[in-house]
């Protein structure tokens, strides 16, 4: 197996820098649409062949270092008791939010092996197929993230439905959070047995808060969970979308690594993480909209200022837009190979 990325997050000397990229499996990918033109999204990812089948196709097509599991952070939230459809227009949506102490008290924490079977058999697969290939990350949505889901029964604008229950109803939303940090930290390390090399937690929407409250009502449990998941002994990665005014906390999370949105020079996140943190990211997604030689500037000015950290994981700052021209997303990953030689 091609274990660059895993050297990589352990802050172990490579040859060169390794990538791979959030939402490398999608819409982008006619491979992909191919098979999602007869199957919805969520039984797609609870049907393990079919799951498997779209995780190496961006191993395959791209020639990544890594393979991300394809699933949605939303599963478990289904499996904690909530109802979860998705829509074209509006992503996903979720029944009867989350608004009172009571709805809190009805959620279940999943025995999720039981409940989630086919995230483990689609791992177990995986890991087969990947043997000779490059290695397997699986990922959560982090805390405050999946709880944002549950209490706007969607995306939102504000979040000020989680806010007033964060201001108004502080211990309604810790016993959430706290709900919520054991269901993921069961389900990850359930990954990891199963066969996940690395895990990613995706903390989407924790940007939208004042750093004093990211401070009080998320890191906590954000740091717990990294330190339960370290003790099953493989790489952490901790990707806040819109991190650069959290930076300060995020960097005592204890994750090997850190990933970073493109709204921050990586120099600076580099500056305020310290010599001591593996850094991931952060190309603005919308590069990949640049002709291919301004895409390979992009690429060697990155490069060089991952430099300056412990190691650097090559990845874009947010998920792969579904307009993204393939062969672009292909030079991008050439350009990463071709000038991220011996550091
Ligand atoms: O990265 C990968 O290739 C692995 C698969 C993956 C998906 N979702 C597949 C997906 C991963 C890691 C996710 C994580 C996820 N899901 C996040 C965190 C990362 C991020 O983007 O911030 C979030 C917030 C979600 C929730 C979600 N799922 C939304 C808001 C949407 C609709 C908007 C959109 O981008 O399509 C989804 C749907 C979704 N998840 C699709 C895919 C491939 C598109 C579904 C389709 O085929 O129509």
């Not at 393979?67 to 227009?89: H, N, Q, T, W």
């Not at 690429?299 to 090559?314: S, T």
Request: glycine share 6%.
């Amino acid at each position: 197996m091609r274990d660059i990325f895993l050297r990589a997050c352990r802050g172990e000397d490579v040859d060169y820098t390794p990538v791979w990229l959030m939402r490398q499996a999608g819409r982008y990918l006619p491979e992909y649409q191919a098979v999602r033109s007869n199957i919805d999204f969520l039984t797609l990812c609870k049907n393990p062949k079919l799951a498997a089948e779209v995780t190496l196709q961006p191993v395959n097509i791209l020639g990544v270092d890594a393979a991300i599991l394809f699933s949605d952070i939303l599963i478990p939230v289904e499996a904690m008791g909530m109802r979860l459809e998705f829509s074209d227009k509006e992503g996903p949506v979720l029944s009867e939010p989350i608004r009172s102490k009571a709805a809190v008290e009805r959620l279940i924490i999943p025995d999720v092996e039981e409940d989630l079977p086919f995230v483990f058999e689609t791992i177990k697969i995986l890991r087969k197929e990947l043997e000779h290939k490059v290695p397997l990350i699986g990922f959560s949505g982090a805390p405050f993230t999946l709880a944002t889901y549950m209490i706007e029964g969607g995306t939102s604008k504000n979040f000020l439905n989680t806010k007033k229950m964060m201001f108004q109803s502080a211990p309604v939303f810790h016993y959430l959070i706290e709900k919520l940090t054991d269901t993921i930290i069961s389900y990850l390390s359930a990954q990891i047995k199963a066969g996940a090399q690395a895990v990613q937690l995706f903390d989407t929407w924790a940007g939208m808060l004042a750093p004093m409250d990211y401070k009080k009502f998320v890191f906590p449990y954000v740091k717990k969970a990294i330190s339960e998941l370290k003790k099953e002994g493989v790489p952490v990665i901790y990707f806040v979308n819109d991190c650069a005014g959290l930076l300060g906390e995020i960097k005592k999370s204890g994750a090997d690594v850190i990933g970073i949105d493109w709204r921050i020079d990586m120099s600076d996140a580099i500056k305020k993480l310290g010599k001591k943190i593996v850094v991931q990211g952060n190309l603005d997604p919308c590069a990949l909209f640049l002709p291919k030689e301004k895409i390979e500037d992009r690429v060697k000015d990155m490069l060089w200022k991952g430099e300056a950290a412990k190691g650097h994981i090559f990845n874009l700052g947010h998920g792969v837009l579904p307009q993204t021209p393939v062969e672009n997303v292909i030079a991008l990953v050439e350009a990463v190979h071709t000038y991220g030689r011996n550091r």
